[in-house]
């Protein structure tokens, strides 16, 4: 069954509709995330990253390049909140590049429920594009118009997506795009998953904002009978699928989801404050209250798993 045509109405119900399933958490400890450009120490790495846009939201201009339509954050963050003033998409999610033309995502971010394999339709067409080196320039301008078609690639197929709301609770999807990605190194995948204490950071786009980078962030638990890593990474929706990796530049995961809410709300104001946490996960501002679990935290999805379907798929590519 094909995807709707996303006009301005369905583009909204389908924004609200995926936003209940993209990742959420909080800033732990001090919010040291800052956006990446041309000039930062992982510019290099950042470039093997890409954001996923909606139909709506991506145009071909006459000359072959491409825009993309982005608004402030400062009708919801209140003003004086980090990156309030910058661009934003209304929905994204984040990926990064594990062989040419692979890369691997969130698996909610492709499915809905459940799994799926050699998807071409759904979620293949209303996330039909792939933009790389969506960030800022070194003059503090979003890169957002005169994207060149090198950037832009489109979803051939989800080669395999899986996002399960039951154990194992496996969250990753693998999509294969229309060509090879030109001039950009796919990650290098790490053997071991990442243990306690090791030093972990992140990039993506939280809240559709152009390349951000989240530092010097540790694991808070590693249950190795769980698909996920709990870490404190300042993290929020727009996250989901963000590349996370060690002080090697190995990929140990990928963001998937996290706790507590995102916002809240300035009771004087009316707009919205990040929520924030001390860097164990407790204190928070609007606290996280579940009694089965009460520290908050942001989840990676272990990469051993993604790693098996993409050996599995290109087993079945080879001569």
């Known amino acids: 069954m094909k995807t709707p045509s996303l006009g301005f109405p369905g583009f909204l119900l389908f924004t609200a509709f995926l936003s209940t399933l993209s990742a959420k958490a909080a800033v ?3 919010d040291d995330r800052v956006l990446i450009t041309p000039s930062s120490s992982t510019y290099a790495l950042s470039r093997s990253t890409a ?3 909606l139909n709506a939201l991506i145009e071909e201009q006459p000359n072959g390049t491409y825009s993309i339509a982005t608004d402030s954050l400062e009708g919801m963050l209140c003003r004086d909140e980090k990156f309030a003033d910058k661009q934003s998409l209304p929905y994204a999610c984040s990926g990064f590049l594990v062989a040419p033309d692979l890369l691997v995502t969130a698996g909610h971010c492709m499915v809905n429920q459940g799994e799926t394999r050699n998807e071409k339709a759904m979620y293949c067409e209303a996330y039909s594009s792939w933009v790389f080196d969506y960030m800022m320039d070194d003059q503090g ?8 078609a090198d950037n832009h690639y489109r979803c051939k197929q989800i080669v395999y997506a899986v996002y399960e709301s039951q154990a194992p609770f496996r969250d990753f999807a693998i999509v294969q795009l229309d060509r090879p990605v030109k001039g950009r190194s796919p990650w290098k ?13 992140m990039i993506g786009h939280p809240m559709g904002l152009p390349s951000v ?4 962030a540790r694991v808070l638990e590693n249950d190795p009978k769980s698909q996920y890593v709990r870490t404190n990474l300042d993290a929020f929706d727009g996250n989901s699928g963000s ?10 995961g ?16 009316g707009c919205e404050r990040l929520n924030k946490c001390d860097e164990k996960g407790y204190n928070c501002i609007e606290p996280w209250t579940d009694p089965a679990r009460p520290q908050a935290s942001s989840s990676i999805q272990r990469i051993a798993p993604v790693i ?3 050996l599995a798929f290109e087993k079945t590519r080879s001569p």
């Open 189 to 201: 995948l790490a053997e071991n998953t990442a243990a306690a204490n090791d030093i972990l950071r």
């Open 254 to 269: 990928l963001l998937v989801e996290g706790t507590p809410a995102s916002w809240v709300k300035d009771p004087k104001l």
């Open 141 to 148: 301008r979003v890169k957002n118009q005169n994207i060149p």
């Open 308 to 310: 098996e379907e993409i």
């Open 51 to 53: 954001v996923a846009v």
């Open 243 to 252: 590349v996370v990796f060690n002080t090697k530049n190995e990929v140990v």
């Open 213 to 216: 980078l989240s530092k010097n």
């Open 28 to 30: 732990f400890g001090v």
